[in-house]
């Protein structure tokens, strides 16, 4: 017993490690849907998490602010981005840069990675040059390229997400294709992905051996959050009184500071060890978070005391919300997509109903075929409203070919096919075209987008938040996807991948088009 004591005295984990554990699990509460396979998309996901993590990660129950600035910039010609900016600004002057240090998973990834035993790369004069490298990724990957690309193409590239960003490929795409529902998404990977892979391995290994070495030297959301540091609320503080200068804070920091809080300081509180004088501690505001427990100016007892036991209840009431949105999203909240799911298969099956029913064609279209979204099924019926007020019934175009796109305003692939689609309609008149949005609140707003464009052949519907139309099709939030209906509603293409405008006219020749 007595060496299991001594054993668990020396492995546990500090009281940061527990918060970065925790904040890696909250943002990503929603655990079922890393064996599902499909991205959560439910009100929360609007909302950005402070720390890094993608969007597109299965288990995200919210989005990326790093992500979010590079779609509101490149949608800049369209709507300004307001609330991106303001929680952006908000965390900054609340946290600054403590978010780096305890509430960033992918921090939590780096140090994890850097504990594998190897020889280290300590700092120096070139790697305090090297952490400068971040905020040129910033102004040339998170905010030039996607802002001149969004105002000249009118097409939102989120230039780091698309091109640098390891979470996105760790937690996004081998999130995803974690799931053996995914399987079919392996033949759209390429170069794109390869060269993303790679990234993310290079980036990885140089964590082993160079401490948080993307957080350091590539991670643009740091250095937005280090811009606040000066001022923040929240961080590790230095008493001018008790301080006397001896340095040792800054040389035994694994960051490239120059000073204790300065804008490469992510407030982990190691410095605290390392202070014999008890000089610094982690505040927030005049609340004292962490005080200093050793040295000659060590906190007294009975204040130490207090704060353990402040930081127990502390820790009841985050374990509390932590289990509170675990059930919420895996449990409370599958009811809601089951009513949706219900509703649309009731709706599917329900079109022998009297009130409902179109007026029946001089030509039998009925089909045999069992409902489905498989080639060869027939489409369950929906019903969905138009972008000019309307109302699309799928059973009034029985006898017509009919086309189905899930897209977005902030997916490149599915703006630069929708053209296409547009050619198509105005080629072949007699067809029918619905344009599906997944619905994202942060997501520019759809009507001045595509009004923008003019794209009036097509028809529009903005998908709603317990997503109907997209639990009928399959669709994910992997896009652009294409469904294609025959004259008797049946599918005979259903598939995520980008079209052309040959491959739509292939695909209305053998549908029946004539």
Not at 38 to 66: D, Q
Not at 116 to 145: D, G
Not at 369 to 385: K, N, R, T, W
């Amino acid at each position: 017993m007595a060496e299991i004591r001594k054993w668990w005295g020396e492995h546990r984990p500090t009281t940061r490690r527990l918060v970065q554990l925790y904040a890696a699990l909250l943002y990503n509460a929603n655990l079922k849907g890393f064996a599902e396979g499909k991205i959560y998309t439910g009100r929360t996901k609007a909302m950005c998490v402070p720390g890094f993590n993608c969007y597109s990660c299965p288990g995200a129950v919210g989005a990326c602010p790093l992500g979010s600035i590079q779609n509101a910039l490149a949608s800049s010609g369209h709507t300004a981005g307001w609330y991106v900016l303001g929680i952006i600004l908000l965390y900054g002057i609340l946290l600054g840069r403590t978010i780096c240090g305890w509430i960033c998973p992918l921090g939590l990834i780096q140090e994890l990675l850097h504990e594998i035993p190897t020889p280290k790369i300590r700092k120096n004069a070139f790697t305090r040059v090297l952490s400068y490298l971040k905020y040129v990724i910033l102004v040339i990957f998170v905010i030039a390229f996607p802002l001149w690309y969004g105002l000249k193409y009118e097409v939102p590239l989120p230039g780091f997400c698309k091109y640098i960003c390891p979470a996105g490929t760790f937690e996004g795409a081998i999130g995803m294709l974690g799931s053996p529902n995914n399987i079919d998404l392996f033949s759209q990977l390429g170069i794109l992905f390869t060269r993303k892979f790679t990234i993310m391995l290079v980036i990885g290994l140089a964590c082993i051996f160079c401490y948080r070495s993307f957080c350091r030297f590539i991670c643009p959301l740091g250095a937005i959050y280090g811009l606040f540091n000066r001022f923040a609320l929240a961080g590790v503080k230095v008493d001018p009184i008790r301080c006397n200068h001896c340095g040792n804070c800054v040389r035994n920091c694994g960051m490239d500071v120059r000073r204790v809080g300065d804008h490469e300081c992510i407030s982990c509180g190691k410095c605290m060890e390392s202070c014999a004088q008890g000089a610094i501690s982690i505040k927030c505001g005049s609340i004292t978070l962490k005080g200093p427990e050793s040295g000659k100016n060590a906190d007294p007892e009975d204040v130490r005391a207090r704060r353990r036991r402040n930081g127990r209840i502390a820790w009841g009431v985050l374990l509390a919300v932590l289990a509170g949105a675990v059930v919420y999203f895996n449990f409370i909240d599958v009811p809601q997509k089951a009513k949706a799911q219900s509703a649309a298969a009731e709706a599917a099956v329900s079109d022998g109903g009297e009130q409902n029913a179109p007026a029946a064609p001089a030509e039998d279209f009925t089909s045999q075929a069992p409902i489905g979204y498989e080639v060869g099924q027939q489409l369950a019926d929906f019903s969905c409203e138009i972008s000019d007020g309307s109302t699309f019934h799928l059973a009034d175009y029985r006898g017509k070919v009919v086309f189905i796109n899930v897209w977005a305003t902030y997916c490149m692939p599915c703006v630069k096919e929708l053209p296409y689609f547009e050619e198509l309609k105005k080629a072949h008149p007699e067809i029918e075209i619905l344009a599906v949005h997944n619905s994202i609140e942060a997501s520019p707003k759809m009507l001045d987008y595509i009004a923008d464009k003019g794209w009036d052949h097509l028809k529009f519907t903005l998908e709603k938040p317990e997503r109907p139309v997209m639990t009928i099709l399959n669709a994910s939030d992997v896009m652009p996807q294409t469904v294609v209906l025959n004259k008797k509603g049946e599918v005979i293409y259903n598939e995520r991948k980008s079209m052309t405008l040959d491959m739509l006219e292939s695909f209305y020749k053998k549908a029946g088009g004539e």
